[in-house]
């Protein structure tokens, strides 16, 4: 049934503004479905930002998508001076994997999985 991951969609304040900044962090321009939804592509990842409402706020509900990076320090130092918090984290997996949690700036998880710190 479940045939492949479509994509991950943020509810936000702003779309324009968070979907500059994911853009800017994968090198792609924002494309738009219509003036409620707003994305990015790259390869076979595709983020989606719709503005918040009563029935989806922005925040951390729950969900974290996880970008696999080289370096966890390296990716967070530059998340961080892009506005981006630390959550949780780093820590070690019992897959000796490496991997935090971020706020992006407009206060949702960013997850970062990497083979080394």
Not at 11 to 18: C, K, L, T, Y
């Amino acid at each position: 049934m479940l045939k492949k991951f479509d994509s991950t969609v943020y509810f936000v304040e702003d779309i324009h503004s968070a979907a500059k900044w994911y853009a800017d962090l994968v090198g792609v321009e924002v494309k738009y479905e219509n003036e409620m939804y707003a994305y990015i592509e790259t390869g076979d990842i595709k983020i989606g930002f719709h503005p918040e409402d009563r029935k989806s706020c922005s925040g951390i509900a729950g969900q974290t998508t996880y970008w696999r990076v080289d370096s966890l320090g390296v990716s967070i130092d530059i998340l961080a001076g892009k506005g981006a918090k630390l959550y949780r984290g780093p820590v070690k997996t019992s897959l000796n994997e490496h991997a935090c949690i971020l706020i992006d700036p407009f206060g949702n998880t960013l997850g970062l999985i990497c083979d080394n710190a």
